[in-house]
């Protein structure tokens, strides 16, 4: 017999809210591929277009990027790939040992452990991001933090063949091991972030500003120096096969015609959208995602000020401003409603928003952001772009 206390503890409780997001991702999974419209048939689709249509319930997780992460575990780095940092391919092509000379199997195997990966790593980030928040916050607030974390419109990301959950679990357990005053832990999975994600080099001056907020002597917080190499390991291993070990860079700029070179300023940016809101007609479907960008853009750009008046720790605030700005400075916010899902800092001031709210408006705002949660996994499974 199962233990009451069991049933009441929050790692059960975080399982029960995973599960249930896990549930409903299947039901819309399920209505998407059985009644709504391939957006392409012969690209962006996870296992490509002629495995997909086999087993779309299963290969529609891995479209897009996930072709990309799968490319790399089954057959290494193809020239353009290099925008897509090693760690979780490489985890991949481990656990999977994918045969290029059996393509079909290499892709199942390789799919279900990308899987397994992104959902147990998104379980273990949200049972320790609790434990993070409720450092400082109540346990309502870090439930809280969770339950719109899972119904925010692009959560279904943490649930593909991509590596949000991989890199939330790591940048969690970085501050999580730096407030506990484990600087050695904190350093070690700070440079496996770097690794991961661009964002995780970011790390760095988030956590020489917990270290000067704990007044943390120099002999036991210097680890926190370790979280560059992971970048530098991989500038290294660019600059030895492609030449140029900034590629991660420059062939994102490639890729992406939004993309551009230099620098640009976040007014611009915001400039654009607005002249893009003006001039693109409500019946195309990019209008959606740019309506999208743009509102995510916003939001995530106030939200970590919000949250310096509301007193959250300095270092998270840093941090999720910096992994905010960072990608708009080549002028767009492209893919910017997937970038902030890493972003708990920003989810955190978004829940003492809402935690003030008049019961009305917080049950309109849940449901906004369901019913487009459904939306876009939907857009996202069959092929179309949300970012």
């Known amino acids: 017999m199962i233990n009451r206390l069991n049933l009441k503890s929050p790692v059960f409780k975080i399982l029960a809210m995973f ?4 549930f409903v991702l299947a039901i819309i999974s399920f209505l998407a591929i059985n009644f709504f419209p391939l957006g392409y048939k012969d690209r962006f689709l996870g296992g490509g277009p002629v495995n997909y249509q086999l087993l779309p319930e299963f290969f529609s997780w891995a479209n897009f990027d996930g072709e990309h992460y799968l490319s790399i575990a089954i057959f290494g780095y193809k020239y353009l790939e290099q925008a897509f940092f090693p760690i979780y391919p490489f985890l991949i092509s481990i656990f999977a040992r994918p045969d290029s000379h059996n393509l079909l199997f290499s892709l199942i195997n390789s799919t279900l452990t990308g899987l397994i990966i992104s959902n147990a790593s998104f ?30 419109p692009t959560s279904f990301y943490f649930g ?3 590596n ?12 999580y091991n730096a407030r506990k005053g484990n600087w050695f832990a904190a350093g070690v999975f700070g440079m496996v972030a770097s690794a991961t994600r661009v964002f995780g080099v970011l790390l760095l001056p988030a956590l020489l500003i917990e ?18 190499l992971g970048l530098g390991v991989y500038m290294w291993y660019l600059n030895k096969t ?4 900034l590629a991660f860079y420059h062939f994102q700029v490639l890729v992406g015609e939004q993309h551009q070179q230099g620098i640009i300023t976040l007014p611009q940016v915001y400039f654009r959208y607005i002249k893009m809101l003006a001039t693109t007609g409500l019946g195309n479907p990019i209008f959606q ?17 919000y949250g310096y008046m ?13 992994a905010f700005l960072a990608p708009t400075i080549q002028g767009s916010f492209s893919s910017t409603p997937r970038y902030v899902l890493i972003l708990f800092p920003s989810f955190l001031a978004a829940t003492i928003w809402f935690s003030n709210l008049p019961k009305i408006f917080r049950a309109m705002f849940l449901i906004v952001s369901f019913l487009l949660l459904v939306v876009e996994t939907t857009l996202f499974l069959r092929g179309y772009w949300v970012a």
Do not use: H, N
């Open 123 to 152: 379980v273990l980030a949200l049972i320790f991001l609790f434990e993070l928040i409720k450092i400082d916050f109540s346990k309502k607030i870090a439930y809280l933090t969770i339950i719109l974390i899972l119904i925010f």
């Open 211 to 228: 270290a000067w907020q704990q007044r943390a002597r120099f002999s036991r917080m210097f680890w926190v120096f370790l979280i560059p």
């Open 160 to 162: 593909a063949v991509y």
């Open 19 to 22: 599960l249930t997001w896990r």
């Open 164 to 175: 949000e959950s991989l890199f939330l679990l790591l940048s969690v357990l970085t501050f």
């Open 289 to 305: 995602t740019i309506v999208l960008e743009f509102f995510v853009g916003l939001i995530f750009f106030l939200l970590p000020i």
């Open 242 to 245: 492609v030449g140029d070990p």
């Open 310 to 322: 509301k007193k959250i720790r300095l270092s998270y605030l840093v941090y999720a401003m910096l």
